[in-house]
């Protein structure tokens, strides 16, 4: 199969990419998740949940030449719902590890740009249910 491709000093080309990875399909992704939920005798709740996210090596251009390293992403959650589920509080966490990774990456002929994901984040959020 032929195909355009970037090669060395950012040139367009038409070159065979047999064999070469498929660009932004890493060869294992995948989550893990675990979430816990208790209702209270005061019918209030009490809830968590833990997210885990992680990734091989992403190729994002014909030919492999632009390449991000694996990760990993943990995320948390902590909150009470008061009774009958009209309000609730949680504390939040994303990305808890505080990993740098690609978001995306755009190969071009004048030059690669990257887009970085949020770095760790945290807060506070209380809702109202109605």
Not at 28 to 38: I, P, R, W
Not at 103 to 126: E, H, K, W
Request: proline share 6%; no cysteine.
């Amino acid at each position: 199969m032929y195909i355009p491709r970037l090669t060395g000093g950012n040139q367009l080309t038409i070159g065979d990419a047999s064999g070469d990875p498929l660009p932004r399909t890493p060869e294992f992704s995948g989550n893990v998740g675990l979430s816990y939920d208790h209702k209270m005798g005061d019918e209030s709740r009490l809830f968590a949940s833990t997210n885990l996210y992680g990734t091989d090596a992403v190729f994002w251009a014909p030919g492999a030449r632009v390449k991000t390293g694996g990760y990993g992403v943990l995320n948390a959650t902590l909150g009470y719902a008061f009774p009958r589920d009209v309000f609730s509080i949680e504390a939040f966490g994303r990305n808890l590890t505080d990993t740098r990774y690609a978001n995306y990456v755009v190969p071009s002929a004048n030059a690669d740009r990257t887009s970085y994901a949020q770095p760790l984040t945290y807060g506070v959020r209380f809702s109202v249910h109605y």
